[in-house]
């Protein structure tokens, strides 16, 4: 069965501080992982694609890693803003009616 | 332009109430989707367009009804719904149906009395 698991559930940390959140799928086949961020009550937004062959992609302080082999994925968020607070969700292509398998989320709080 | 755009923001209606959400894009896509979702859940797949057909249908309730009138627009027409259907209407847009990147819209928020 298609899963993407992710962890933590949620996550508090200060202001300025660095993060990483965790994303193991078990899709197959696999085509791509992105990682999409969603503020309370709107739609999500993309914040990386990666396909088989990319280890790292970064957009501004937002750095994704994928390990194609033991099939996870990593989104490290730096120096982090109040405006971070939000739900990371986890989207594997592969799986689906959609071709798309989704995690539930991070749910990231960031406090001054 | 990449938005995708809905309306209203909110919505409140009756369980006898008929409604309409509405969904435009102007990126020249050609799939669009309507997705549900609860609080602290992912979005489930309700229906999938592909040149203004309807592809997938993922077991909705008929008091869910779909429409493309053109590429362009996808309208969710609701009929007799249940408080269990307060949600998060999520619409999204892609390039054809089996690529990449899916552009969502801000959502309607739902609830039904």
């Known amino acids: 069965k298609n899963q993407v698991e992710q962890s933590p559930q949620s996550l508090i940390i200060l202001e300025g501080k660095n993060c990483t959140l965790q994303?193991?799928?078990?899709?197959?086949?696999?085509?791509?992982l992105r990682w999409y961020k969603q503020d309370t009550g709107r739609g999500p937004v993309s914040l990386t694609i990666?396909?088989?062959?990319?280890n790292t992609k970064s957009n501004g302080r937002y750095t994704a890693t994928l390990d194609a082999d033991t099939k996870q994925s990593s989104l490290h968020i730096t120096a982090s803003q109040l405006s971070d607070s939000a739900s990371y969700i986890c989207?594997?292509?592969?799986?689906?009616?959609?071709?798309?398998?989704f995690g539930k989320g991070t749910h990231l709080i960031i406090q001054p | 332009d990449t938005e995708v755009t809905q309306t209203p923001k909110h919505l409140v209606m009756g369980m006898t109430n008929k409604k309409s959400l509405k969904c435009e894009q102007h990126?020249?896509?050609?799939?669009m989707y309507w997705y549900k979702q609860k609080a602290k859940k992912p979005p489930e797949l309700m229906f999938v367009?592909?040149?203004?057909?309807?592809?997938i249908n993922e077991s909705v309730p008929s008091r869910f009804s779909p429409e493309c009138p053109n590429s362009s627009l996808l309208n969710l027409h609701l009929h007799a719904l249940q408080p269990e259907d307060s949600a998060l209407y999520l619409c999204?847009?892609?390039?054809?149906?089996?690529?990449?990147?899916?552009?969502f819209g801000p959502g309607t928020r739902l609830t039904v009395l």
């Open positions: 999204a847009s892609s390039q054809v149906a089996d690529t990449d990147t899916q552009y």
């Open positions: 994303c193991n799928y078990t899709v197959s086949p696999f085509s791509n």
């Open positions: 990666m396909t088989f062959s990319e």
């Open positions: 989207v594997v292509r592969g799986g689906g009616a959609d071709g798309l398998t």
């Open positions: 990126m020249g896509h050609r799939a």
């Open positions: 367009y592909s040149y203004e057909k309807l592809s």
